[in-house]
């Protein structure tokens, strides 16, 4: 694959950016957007509709990252905007409780059994933050284990060894984070249920929780090998740590009640964000009631948020999961099925043109690693060649397909993709491979 000059008119992206980076730096307000990772300057969104984002330069694409994870039902989706509009017109916020927020709740127990009690906040950041200190306050304990190449948002604790941009532009760790605080995240590598053993081994009594990706979406996708999940599970309970999971990222996405029920976990605290807002800033953190009522105002471990259930997040979220919830025998299925033509016929295109390819996909999530040898955590994942995926991004781009700009970034699509847009994008691979 050779990096041919753009054919694409981006002269009003170009002046946006350039205006953009007078008030921002690096000219965004999330770093993966501005496509250091894979070279040239960002097209800045004019609107999105169903599968398709449109440039400020009128360029279309299908969206394969769909605002990173939100858009399961497409852009614009009907109900969604609905109750934004409708919402909108009773004040867009009230700092005081709503039915809408137990309309939601009700909503989302009803896919995840596990969330005996749960508490919104306005991001999966603040959602993971907080599931953290509850877990701290519930065992008395101060380490915690992640894994490396997860992301579970920019708390200071949670910035070791993690994916997301972290791994995109290589930073170790992230400045700013004192060491004490980083002390106590051990960052072990995934699928790898040895290495927490012996952490658990080295430091008894110490750990008050893992927190994991259930399908690590921010090294790129990466599955949970067989057994894996059950593993942390055991040792979780043998140990009295509390066992997080955070399906920011896969929740609704990997299956209705996300991994906890793809894979049948049985988590203390589920983290979710993304689609349970219907791409409204939502985080929702929950689990067993116990820790949860530890909560302010029932108990000691504080949390808050002026926006918390903030009412045209709710009207989203409840457009969208209900919406989800009623459809998911016919949804989930196609989902899958869209993204297994689309990922697998990519990746014959690749083959045929000589150039290794590792495809990780769980339901309608994936990454094509640029690499020939299987992707088990981040150390296999960081073996691939970043230089060839950048290429292959702006390659597809070009044909009108926009990838997420990352190498260490998971793919999505929703129901609004079908087999014009596969079709659109294995043909475009097919270019992409051979130019
Ligand atoms: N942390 C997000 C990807 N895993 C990126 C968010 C954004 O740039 O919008």
């Given amino acids: 694959m050779s990096s041919n000059p753009s054919t694409l008119v981006h002269t009003r992206s170009h002046a946006l950016q350039q205006r953009a980076e007078r008030f921002f730096p690096g000219g965004v307000n999330s770093p993966v957007r501005a496509f250091r990772a894979v070279g040239g300057a960002p097209p800045f969104i004019d609107r999105a509709e169903g599968a398709y984002l449109v440039d400020a330069d009128g360029n279309r694409y299908i969206d394969y990252f769909g605002s990173w994870g939100p858009m399961i039902l497409g852009h ?3 109900p969604a905007v609905e109750a934004i509009e409708r919402t909108a017109r009773h004040s867009a916020s009230f700092g005081a409780s709503t039915a809408a927020e137990a309309d939601l709740a009700e909503r989302i127990v009803a896919c995840y059994p596990a969330l005996q009690k749960m508490r919104f906040v306005s991001s999966g950041t603040e959602a993971t933050m907080s599931a953290i200190r509850l877990a701290r306050a519930a065992t008395g304990r ?3 284990i992640k894994f490396e190449g997860c992301y579970h948002g920019h708390a200071d604790g949670l910035l070791v060894k993690a994916g997301s941009g972290v791994a995109t532009f290589g930073i170790p760790g992230s400045a700013g984070v004192p060491e004490e605080i980083a002390q106590l995240t051990m960052a072990l590598p995934y699928n790898d249920l040895a290495a927490v053993e012996a952490a658990f081994d080295a430091h008894p009594g110490e750990i008050a929780a893992i927190i994991l990706e259930p399908v690590v979406g921010n090294a790129g996708c990466i599955p949970p090998a067989p057994g894996y999940h059950e593993g942390l599970r055991a040792l979780t309970r043998r140990e009295g740590a509390l066992l997080i999971v ?9 299956a209705l009640g996300g991994a906890v029920e793809r894979y049948g976990l049985d988590p203390d605290l ?16 929950g689990g067993k009631a116990l820790f949860m009522d530890l ?3 029932l108990g000691p471990v504080y949390q808050a948020g002026t926006l918390s259930g903030n009412p045209l997040a709710m009207a989203a979220g409840l457009a969208t999961v209900s919406y989800l919830q009623d459809h998911a025998a016919e949804i989930y299925p196609r989902i899958e099925a869209t993204a297994k033509a689309v990922t697998e016929g990519v990746a014959a295109e690749a083959a045929r043109a000589g150039i290794p390819l590792t495809l990780n996909r769980v339901g309608a999530m994936w990454t094509w690693f640029f690499t020939p040898d299987p992707v088990r955590n981040y150390d296999e994942a960081a073996k691939s060649d970043t230089v060839a995926f950048g290429r292959f991004h702006h390659a597809m781009l070009e044909q009108g397909v926009w990838l997420p700009p990352s190498q260490f970034e998971a793919a999505f699509l929703g129901t609004t993709h079908g ?3 596969v079709e659109k994008t294995i043909t475009a691979a097919r270019a992409a491979f051979r130019s």
């Fill in 270 to 285: 589920v983290t979710l964000g993304k689609i349970v807002g219907g791409g409204l800033p939502v985080g929702v953190f």
């Fill in 419 to 421: 087999p014009d847009e």
């Fill in 295 to 297: 909560l302010a105002p």
């Fill in 246 to 254: 955070d399906e920011v990222m896969t929740g609704f996405r990997v």
């Fill in 76 to 78: 614009a989706f009907p």
């Fill in 142 to 144: 101060k380490r915690i």
